[in-house]
């Protein structure tokens, strides 16, 4: 099998895979640029990997002219800049020592050492130059099937990082058959030793919560979480019983993941998550709107039509039942309304507090008669 994507032929990126590979070296892009292009799917990141240890790699690179950066030489990585695009170019590792992300590694020569560390089968994919796919441990077969496979052993990798966990889920919800499901040993393992995710920090959580919420479909992944328990250790409380139906309801809107957070529920999101304030206060406004009973007109003169709208979907998925009529022209009129009172119309009669709550209670009537009474039919 071989890689045909035109990224592959992007000339700088020729230019470091040639350069070690004439210098006796072996040279592979490996993981997530691999996977996705057997996948047919977008690619963000290029990475290579190679068994040259950095030093030669910055002596080979340097003599052909090139800038590098030694972004992270203890780890193996060094940055190789062609015409100002930055390439990391990583030493081929196998682990001595684990202890969650601080490993202890050391610089192999052997691709097979390389694939033997990662943490998926389908991350352990390598392809050359030419786009020709190297697979040292047989990750191809379960790509193929979408079928989402610690390398090795389940609880071994998962100990060496327990945001592992978090991540089998993500990768299962992004890559995975969800008709087949997930690989039973991981899914033990994944359960067996979810009380390591109290040892990680919220932001990576947080972060790992994000991507996978942001997939396709997350919802076979999340009541999978629920049943293994992990669920309950990073978000206590949550219920992703009216997820599916949510997805389902959502296009031809883009998938949210805030918005499907709300769903889910759950206690201290913002904080279990580490939400920005932005996003804390999203989340909390649409946990307010949810469990009101205004009009999806008046939630969007308040709040806006983003937050009338996922809030109009979250009822709906909530509940069970199919999206009201006329809901999408009720949000637009409600976004477009404009309230006819200012202060200024009830002064001088009324100041400070009974300004505030006469102001507050023509309004109300304004809302209720479907914002059509006039200014001169409110202040008479």
């Known amino acids: 099998m071989r890689i045909t994507d035109a990224w592959l032929k992007d000339e700088g990126l020729q230019q470091v895979l040639h350069l070690l590979t004439d210098a006796g ?10 996977r996705n292009a057997l996948l047919g799917k977008s690619v963000a990141d290029i990475d290579i990997a190679t068994d040259a240890v950095p030093d030669r790699v910055t002596d080979v690179a340097r003599a052909a002219g090139l800038k590098v950066v030694p972004t992270g030489v203890e780890h193996g990585t060094v940055t190789v800049v062609v015409q100002g695009v930055p390439h990391e170019v990583t030493t081929f590792r196998r682990d001595v020592e684990t202890f969650g992300r601080h490993a ?12 033997a560390r990662r943490d998926f089968t389908m991350n352990a994919l390598y392809a050359d130059a030419a786009g020709r796919i190297v697979d040292p441990i047989g990750g191809l077969p379960d790509l193929m099937a979408r079928r ?10 998962i100990r060496e990082d327990y945001l592992r966990i978090l991540r089998f889920f993500r990768f299962h919800a992004w890559y995975g058959d969800a008709e087949a499901g997930m690989d039973e040993a991981a899914l033990a393992a994944c359960g067996a030793n979810s009380a390591g995710l109290d ?23 999340l009541a999978a979480m629920r049943a293994t328990g992990v669920l309950a250790r990073v978000l206590p409380g949550a219920d992703p019983t009216a997820l599916g139906p949510l997805v389902h309801l959502e296009p031809p809107y883009a998938p949210e993941w805030i918005r499907r957070l709300a769903v889910l529920g759950g206690s201290e999101a913002e904080d279990r998550l580490r939400l920005s304030r932005a996003e804390g206060r999203r989340l909390a406004t649409l946990l307010e709107c949810l469990g009101e009973g205004a009009s999806p007109a008046e939630i969007a003169y308040r709040h806006g039509a983003e937050a009338a709208r996922d809030t109009v979907l979250l009822r709906s998925a909530s509940l069970g039942t199919a999206l009201p009529t006329g809901w999408e022209e009720a949000v637009a009129e409600g976004a477009a309304a404009r309230f006819p009172l200012r202060a200024a119309d009830l002064m001088p009669g009324l100041s400070g507090a009974a300004l505030g709550e006469r102001l507050k209670v023509l309004e109300d009537r304004w809302i209720a008669s479907g914002f059509r009474l006039s200014r001169e039919q409110l202040l008479a």
């Open 25 to 34: 070296h072996l040279a592979f892009l490996v993981g997530g640029c691999v």
């Open 104 to 115: 202890t590694v050391a610089f192999s020569t052997c691709v097979e050492e390389d694939a």
């Open 148 to 157: 989402v496979r610690f390398v090795g052993d389940a609880d071994a990798r």
């Open 199 to 221: 040892t990680l920090s919220r932001e990576r959580i947080g972060h790992e919560m994000r991507r996978l919420l942001a997939a396709p479909d997350p919802a076979p992944a």
